[in-house]
């Protein structure tokens, strides 16, 4: 089966910089993702990692290392609209088809 | 926007009865996803459908069924409605790595 890991919520001041963390146990391993979500809203795409390393995406960055099985979503110059929940999802391969299994997501909350 | 639109947003039922639930996914995406996401958890694989056949399946009893439609509508059937259905069920399309996702249906079994 799978299993991922991440903090259940995050605090941090307008401006700063926030990492949240993920881990996970999967077979068949495609990559991670990264959605967010605000509340009563449709999960949003955000970041996507296949190979390790460092994805930038404007004040967003993702981070891989497949051998730790370990990524991160890195926030920086925070804003209150970035109060959220934040879902690591593994993409993996199952008898042939493509799907998302998904942490249980960290609520992070922005204050002035 | 994600051009991924569900329908109805809210629907309140009693236990027993049986619901269906709708999805217009975004044009071309012939990749069909539904999830099931209760409060306070991320969402939950039910099932994919592709090309509308479904080709995929997560950890639910099959009283959970779908249909997806030649134009990239798509819909999701619960029978016999338990009260650990309510939950947001969630819709999403999908062309390549990235997955679109509605705003959801809230469900209410009382």
Redesign the interface.
């Given at each position: 089966g799978q299993s991922?890991e991440q903090p259940s919520e995050v605090t941090a001041v307008e401006g700063a910089i926030v990492q949240i963390n993920c881990t996970y146990q999967t077979s068949g391993f495609y990559?991670l993702?990264w959605?967010q979500q605000h509340d009563?809203?449709?999960?949003?795409?955000l970041s996507?990692n296949?190979l390790d390393g460092l994805e930038e995406t404007g004040r967003f960055s993702s981070f891989l290392s497949r051998s730790d099985s370990y990524g991160y979503l890195l926030l920086q110059e925070l804003q209150m609209k970035d109060s959220a929940s934040y879902?690591c999802?593994v993409?993996d391969i199952?008898?042939?088809?493509s799907?998302?299994?998904?942490?249980?997501?960290t609520m992070l909350l922005v204050s002035p | 926007e994600t051009g991924v639109t569900q329908s109805p947003t809210h629907l309140i039922k009693t236990r027993g009865q049986q619901v269906t639930l709708r999805c217009s996914s975004q044009s071309g995406h012939n990749t069909v996803s539904w999830y099931q996401q209760a409060l306070g958890q991320g969402p939950q694989f039910i099932f994919q459908y592709y090309r509308e056949e479904e080709n995929g399946r997560g950890n639910f009893p099959p009283r959970f069924s779908g249909l997806q439609f030649p134009n990239y509508s798509s819909e999701l059937n619960v029978n016999a409605l338990e009260l650990d259905d309510s939950a947001l069920y969630l819709c999403a399309s999908s062309q390549g790595r990235s997955e679109y996702f509605g705003a959801g249906t809230r469900l209410s079994v009382l």
């Amino acid at each position: 089966g799978q299993s991922l890991e991440q903090p259940s919520e995050v605090t941090a001041v307008e401006g700063a910089i926030v990492q949240i963390n993920c881990t996970y146990q999967t077979s068949g391993f495609y990559g991670l993702s990264w959605y967010q979500q605000h509340d009563g809203g449709a999960p949003t795409f955000l970041s996507y990692n296949a190979l390790d390393g460092l994805e930038e995406t404007g004040r967003f960055s993702s981070f891989l290392s497949r051998s730790d099985s370990y990524g991160y979503l890195l926030l920086q110059e925070l804003q209150m609209k970035d109060s959220a929940s934040y879902f690591c999802a593994v993409r993996d391969i199952d008898s042939g088809y493509s799907t998302l299994t998904f942490g249980k997501g960290t609520m992070l909350l922005v204050s002035p | 926007e994600t051009g991924v639109t569900q329908s109805p947003t809210h629907l309140i039922k009693t236990r027993g009865q049986q619901v269906t639930l709708r999805c217009s996914s975004q044009s071309g995406h012939n990749t069909v996803s539904w999830y099931q996401q209760a409060l306070g958890q991320g969402p939950q694989f039910i099932f994919q459908y592709y090309r509308e056949e479904e080709n995929g399946r997560g950890n639910f009893p099959p009283r959970f069924s779908g249909l997806q439609f030649p134009n990239y509508s798509s819909e999701l059937n619960v029978n016999a409605l338990e009260l650990d259905d309510s939950a947001l069920y969630l819709c999403a399309s999908s062309q390549g790595r990235s997955e679109y996702f509605g705003a959801g249906t809230r469900l209410s079994v009382l």
